[in-house]
């Protein structure tokens, strides 16, 4: 582990965090930007019921990508800076990627054989067995490609990283885009652009790493990697259950109903995207600089800027939302207005809760992220299974909130006990938790827009005054 003075984290650590941060999240905002223009074609193109149906087949898939991650790749990134040499950096990313293709490979075969079942519970009808036999095609092409993806990451080679994130969703909507929307195939055309865009990323990854994880796998690097990374594989496991949602939610209402969701949630693509942003830099530069007295403060600072930015930027969506849905998608998702608000506080309490959290993170306390999980899902099922039926698909999202309170406050707990990191939660929690109830009330019953944009504006800066933001500091981060 590395030990550096307080004057390389300061001009460093946390600069590196915000700039590698923004170009990834640039990169993923590119990409979600093509997936939302891409959807918003193909809802024309598509009936709500058949996009719902390839929806609730993703439930599945999503079960089957977590199945095979075990945590691997996070480990292989924990490990990676202990590496002696470039030959046992090789063999730790070697054994990774085969241990994830094995897995997934194996996965995918038991979807092929039980595709009436699952299609059966995902849909609510078993003649979608064939399409789910198609989708499973798709899942070893993405779960190698997660694990070059790692490894480029150990390598702080973002500008990699975020190109092939641009390039997967340009192959993937492209080629969904040319068989649905060119071709007329409708549900069929969902899952083979799927599957071509998802081997055809996955080979330009293999083309970026091959000559790094060109190592014969190691019985005892995977005993190591299994052993710090299986309380983050059951964590992915379990956070996966949270598509089943969309299951929930067809259960209770319709397909269409599902549709409408995901659109939703496919417009706090930009948060969620940041999220994933996070994870992907934040981690591998703070275990990098762990040593540092200066880390709980950066990371303190850090937590107060991301919150006030993407806070604001969910209330604004969520404000925004009446005036957008009319413009851009057809009348049968105007459902979409009172859903929003609350998945786009839920997910930047999703990022809350990986910041507050860090701190067991270096204290390779991992199994709490397998708890935070099954509390997420705990309650975030116990508010959607009692508001759905009353409210509709938006109750979902208000679990959501619910659970990410909850969770956040369990793992900050817990991290500030192994690490003696002192954050701003709770003021954190107070303005997702203010800001989901604000936005959801005036997106209820629309208000009228100078109203809304009057409230955008005073939640932005009570946001910044309750958070303390300081400005100096933010710039002094760039």
């Known amino acids: 582990m590395y030990s550096v003075s307080a004057d390389v984290v300061r001009t460093s650590a946390v600069r590196r965090i915000v700039k590698s941060v923004s170009l990834y999240s640039g990169s993923l905002i590119a990409a979600g930007t093509i997936r939302v223009l891409s959807v918003l074609l193909l809802v024309r193109a598509v009936s709500p019921a058949a996009f719902g149906t390839y929806i609730s ?38 054994t990774m990627i085969t241990a994830r293709t094995l897995v997934g ?45 790692d490894e480029l990451r150990a390598r702080d080679a973002m500008g990699k990283v975020s190109a092939l994130v641009v390039v997967n969703a340009l192959f993937v909507q492209g080629a969904s885009l040319l068989l649905v929307v060119a071709g007329g195939l409708g549900l069929t055309g969902l899952i083979w652009g799927r599957a071509i865009g998802d081997a055809l990323a996955c080979g330009v990854a293999l083309a970026l790493c091959f000559r790094f994880v060109l190592g014969r796998p190691g019985r005892e690097e995977l005993r190591r ?19 089943m949602d969309r299951t929930l939610i067809r259960a209770f209402t319709s397909l269409d109903d599902v549709a409408t969701y ?18 992907k830099v934040f981690e591998p530069i703070v275990y990098r600089y762990s040593q540092s007295r200066e880390t709980p403060e950066h990371v303190a600072l850090f937590l107060e800027g991301y919150v006030a930015m993407f806070a604001i930027v969910a209330m604004a ?51 709490v992220w397998a708890v935070a999980a099954v509390i ?31 969770t956040t ?19 954190a929690l107070a303005v997702v938790l203010g800001g ?43």
Not at 262 to 279: F, H, Q, T
Not at 320 to 341: H, M, N, Q
Request: glycine share 10%.
């Open 57 to 94: 087949l993703w439930v599945v898939m999503w079960g089957v990508h977590s199945g095979a991650d075990l945590g691997l790749g996070p480990a292989a990134l924990r490990y990676a800076p202990e590496c002696a040499n470039e030959g046992e950096r090789r063999k730790l990313f070697g």
């Open 105 to 149: 490979i194996v996965l995918s075969a038991a979807v092929m054989v039980l595709n009436e079942p699952l299609a059966r519970w995902a849909t609510g009808s078993a003649e979608n067995g064939r399409s789910l036999v198609l989708l499973s095609m798709s899942r070893p092409f993405a779960m190698v490609y997660e694990g070059l993806s």
């Open 225 to 243: 990697l299994l052993a710090f990374g299986w309380p983050l594989g059951a964590m992915c496991l379990l956070g996966t259950l949270r598509g």
């Open 262 to 279: 995901e659109l939703a949630a496919r417009l706090v693509g930009p948060i969620g995207l940041s999220n994933v942003a996070l994870g």
């Open 317 to 367: 969506l969520s404000l925004l939302a009446p005036e957008a849905i009319t413009l851009l998608a057809p009348s049968a998702y105007r459902g979409t207005v009172r859903i929003l608000p609350a998945l786009a506080f839920a997910t930047v309490g999703d990022g809350l809760t990986h910041v507050a959290g860090i701190g067991a993170d270096l204290a390779k306390r991992t199994r």
């Open 376 to 406: 997420t899902l705990a309650v975030g099922f116990t508010f959607a299974w009692w508001l759905v039926p009353r409210i509709g698909a938006a109750g979902v999202g208000l679990g959501w909130v619910a659970a990410s309170l909850f």
């Open 409 to 427: 406050v369990f793992c900050y707990q817990v991290a500030r006990r192994v690490s003696g990191f002192v954050l701003p939660v709770t003021r």
């Open 436 to 478: 989901a109830l604000l936005g959801t009330a005036a997106a209820w019953e629309p208000w009228p827009l100078p109203a809304r944009l009057a409230l955008l504006v005073g939640f932005a800066f009570a946001t910044w005054r309750v958070l303390e933001v300081r400005w100096s500091a933010l710039r002094a981060m760039w």
